[in-house]
């Protein structure tokens, strides 16, 4: 019997413990308000690409989505998160940006009856980025990416807000145009609860993509504080209050289009910046601080560089 215990503890030394499959589940956030968040990981076929936040709101007349996961096996569990909650089924999901798990779960949502809404611009970029994010994920996801079917919303709506009601409840959808082009939040005034989608990190560091805009991203968070939300759930992380959104992200933004980018402005040497600004305290026990913010500080600093 010793050695078959011994056996089995070094079998699992050598294997590691098994990994579990990430199940979302839903937790109440203001009046017909929930909020389902993801692990803060990379993408994996545990977690079915759902490394981020979403949210849904029951109202009267059906379910409204807001995002719908990076793959079909991740909308299929947002559904049975949701379906612990209600047996609504979801009549609407709204998008707010076009990164793989804000979208890629519509046509699964679709099948089942619910119309897909987002902004043009919105829409327009999923279509642009489709094929680019099926093939990033066939190598995160590998054979969970099965019977996944891009599928940009259908129903936009034109400029950069636009008013949605259902059921009693009424959305107000923000363009923040940030993350990727044409990204948006959701803003529900009853409640005082923004869905920010990709503008808003918390527990992680926020992550500046070669096609993100920092100066967007500034801009459309002071509109975000101007709302004075009472919850606000992120992108990614924790359901917070504004305090932490600004201490997590709206500070970081800051940093980035303000200290950075006057020292692009000012012609500064980037290598000299880039140096300075190495090691920033008050952002550094954040999740993936140590592998993103150099390549957010380069990306902003360019940006700055390129359009004074």
């Known amino acids: 019997m010793r050695k078959l215990l011994l056996f089995v503890a070094a079998l699992i030394a050598l294997t590691g413990p098994a990994r579990a499959d990430y199940l979302p589940v839903a937790e109440p956030v203001a009046d017909n308000v929930w909020a389902m968040v993801g692990p803060l990981a990379q993408r994996s076929p545990d977690n079915d690409g759902l490394n981020a936040s979403f949210a849904f709101v029951v109202t009267d007349q059906g379910v409204i989505l807001i995002d719908s996961g990076a793959s079909r096996k991740g909308a299929e569990k947002l559904a049975a998160a949701i379906r612990k909650v209600t047996p609504k089924p979801v009549r609407w999901v709204i998008n ?25 611009r919105t829409a327009a970029t999923q279509a642009q980025y489709a094929e680019q994010h099926m093939l990033g994920l066939q190598k995160l996801l590998g054979a969970r990416l099965a019977g996944t079917q891009p599928m940009p919303a259908r129903h ?81 992380g924790r359901v917070c209050d504004l305090a932490q959104a600004q201490r997590e992200t709206g500070d970081y933004y800051d940093f980035l289009a303000g200290t950075l980018g006057r020292a692009a402005q000012d012609m500064e040497p980037m290598s000299d910046t880039l140096a300075k600004y190495a090691d920033l305290p008050q952002f550094r026990d954040l999740e993936n601080y140590a592998g993103l913010h150099k390549a957010n500080m380069n990306r902003a600093f360019t940006e700055f560089e390129a359009a004074p």
């Open 156 to 236: 936009t709506s034109a400029g950069d807000r636009a008013t949605l009601t259902l059921g009693g409840e009424t959305l107000e959808l923000i363009e923040t145009d940030a993350h990727f082009p044409g990204d948006a939040m959701v803003w529900l005034p009853r409640q005082k609860v923004a869905v920010t989608g990709d503008l808003v990190f918390v527990d992680r560091l926020l992550g500046v993509l070669p096609m993100s805009s920092v100066r967007n991203g500034q801009r459309a968070f002071q509109a975000l504080a101007a709302l004075q939300p009472a919850r606000i759930v992120p992108g990614h």
């Open 96 to 120: 707010t940006g076009s990164q793989d798990h804000r979208w890629l779960g519509n046509d699964f949502f679709a099948e089942r009856g619910a119309d897909v809404l987002a902004l043009t």
